[in-house]
Nanobody, 128 residues
Framework: VQLVESGGGSVQVGGSLTLSCEAS????????MAWFRQAPGKEREGVAA???????TCTYSVKDRFTISKDNVKNTLYLQMNSLEVEDTAMYYC???????????????????????WGRGTQVTVSS
C-alpha cells in the first residue's frame, strides 16, 4: 500500500491549492482517510477526514475554507484549500485506516493514532 501526496507549493495569503493523494494497493472507497499537517516544532494536527460513505469531518480552523473529497474511480483523495492563511503553512500528510470492516469513531478521525498508513507529505507554504 502506498499513499503519494502532490499539489503542495508556495502561495500568498488568500490563495488556493488542491492537494492530491493517490493510493495504490488500497481502495479509497473502502476505508477512512484523512489529511494531517505538521508545522515545525508543532504536533501533527488532523485537518480533515472522510469516511467510507464520503462523510467529511474537519477541524474548526479550516471549516468553510478546506474541503476534503475522494474520487473512487481515480482512487485519489483530495484537499481543496481556499483562503489560505500564513498559519496553514505546514507539511501536509495523507493517511489511511486499512483494517477491513473497522469502524473509526468520529471522535478519533482527526487523531493520528486513528490511521495506520501514511504518505511522505507535501509542503504548503503561505506567505503574506
Amino acid at each position: 500500500v502506498q499513499l503519494v501526496e502532490s499539489g503542495g507549493g508556495s502561495v500568498q495569503v488568500g490563495g488556493s491549492l488542491t492537494l492530491s493523494c493517490e493510493a495504490s494497493g488500497y481502495s479509497v472507497s473502502k476505508g477512512y482517510m484523512a489529511w494531517f499537517r505538521q508545522a515545525p516544532g508543532k504536533e501533527r494536527e488532523g485537518v480533515a477526514a472522510i469516511d467510507t460513505a464520503g462523510m467529511p469531518t474537519c477541524t474548526y480552523s479550516v471549516k468553510d475554507r478546506f474541503t476534503i473529497s475522494k474520487d473512487n474511480v481515480k482512487n485519489t483523495l483530495y484537499l481543496q484549500m481556499n483562503s489560505l492563511e500564513v498559519e496553514d503553512t505546514a507539511m501536509y500528510y495523507c493517511a489511511a485506516e486499512l483494517r477491513p470492516d473497522y469502524v473509526l469513531q468520529v471522535r478519533n478521525r482527526l487523531r493520528p493514532n486513528g490511521y495506520n498508513r501514511w504518505g511522505r507529505g507535501t509542503q504548503v507554504t503561505v506567505s503574506s
